[in-house]
């Protein structure tokens, strides 16, 4: 029961390369983010990845992730959920990392309270603003008193600020005053009203202003580094470095027993009709097929979508991800844990074929991963 993802390791590598230098050519830095699943090809590649290429620094989402970090890849890793007193358990495993890794781990910090984040050993930190995804970070007054209670003993290597993938309401950013060009983006004003403030605090301290960002576009990056020529930027990238080129990208599915049904007969564990022919196909809800996050109806072409989905499975006629011949085969029922029913009535499929899928890679987990 294999379900493979195969890398066309050339053009994979090609593309990341050319993100890293598109990114710099516009001013900025590249940090890797490597977290969850590692996006399909498992963090300890990509960590390995980064260290190829020379990077010096990779991002992780939780201090659980940094173990394995640390091991495979030799640079600092930056982790990117704040420290937080009130999660017991990581502030431990923090605590535990730091006695081995203070040099290499770095911290960030968006909560006032820093007084056990003082204490864990950390030496490098982080220092996030909140901006308009009201999810974690300090407002601009809190950052100088945090600064001063964490004291000269620890670095402060940046700022970081976590914008949406969505431009903001102009509401968002009128908090900020910076002298910004006419035809910047919301999420462009944010960043450099950022700047404007950071720039007031740092001026008091010996350190230069690094400012690490999210989820701007390349024009949008040379847009702030010509209004702050001054400011050294870092773009922290993760789905668009990683999976931006789909066609360096396969998943299948191995074949692995084909059903015939006689009239009135049923299948699955449901006992459903629909068809003469079962295919049953590695790949089920443990690897990822057929999950998928809550979809953002943004437009009236995705609504349309959610509704003919939603009366397809009303029906009982549910699209499945996988493809024979170019066309999506419903599914029997619901998928199992390894492998999917599926109806399909091609008679020219064979026991061992191997059947494209389409997955969300983040959420996705593979068997095999072929790096061709």
Known sequence: MTFTLTVDTARFRNHVRDVIARNEQ?????????????????????????SEIGLAQICVGTIWEASDALTHFTGKVV??????????????KWKELLADFSERLVMLIGNPDV????ESGVQHVW????????????????????????GSEIAIAGFSVHLPIAQPTVSSVLGFEAHTPANASAKVQETLGWISWLKEIVADLDIPLT??????SVSEIAQIKASQPQVELQIRLGTSLWLGDSKALSVTGTVL?????????????????????????SGGTAHGVAVSAPITTSSLRKRGIAVAEGLAQAVGKVRSPFLSGGTNLQFVEPP????????????????????????????????????K
């Not at 007084?115 to 003082?118: C, E, I, Y």
């Open 211 to 216: 400012l690490n960002v999210s989820h701007l």
């Open 127 to 150: 220092i996030e603003g909140a901006t308009s995804m009201h999810r974690f970070g300090l407002a601009p007054h809190q950052i100088a008193s945090v600064i001063k209670a964490l």
């Open 26 to 50: 516009a001013g900025a830095s590249v940090l890797p983010v490597i977290k969850g699943n590692g996006y399909g090809f498992t963090r300890d590649a990509l960590a390995k990845e980064a």
């Open 336 to 371: 199992h844990m390894q492998v999917s029913l599926l109806w399909c009535d091609d008679k020219n499929l064979k026991v061992g074929d191997q059947l494209s899928c389409t997955v969300r890679n983040t959420t996705a987990h593979f068997d095999v991963i072929e790096w």
């Open 79 to 92: 982790v990117l959920e704040p420290f937080n007193t009130f999660d017991v358990s990581a502030a431990v």
């Open 257 to 281: 027993a084909i059903g015939q049904l006689k009239d009135h007969e049923r299948a699955g564990y449901q006992q459903k009709s629909g068809g003469q022919q079962v295919v049953v196909v």
């Open 115 to 118: 007084t056990a984040a003082r």
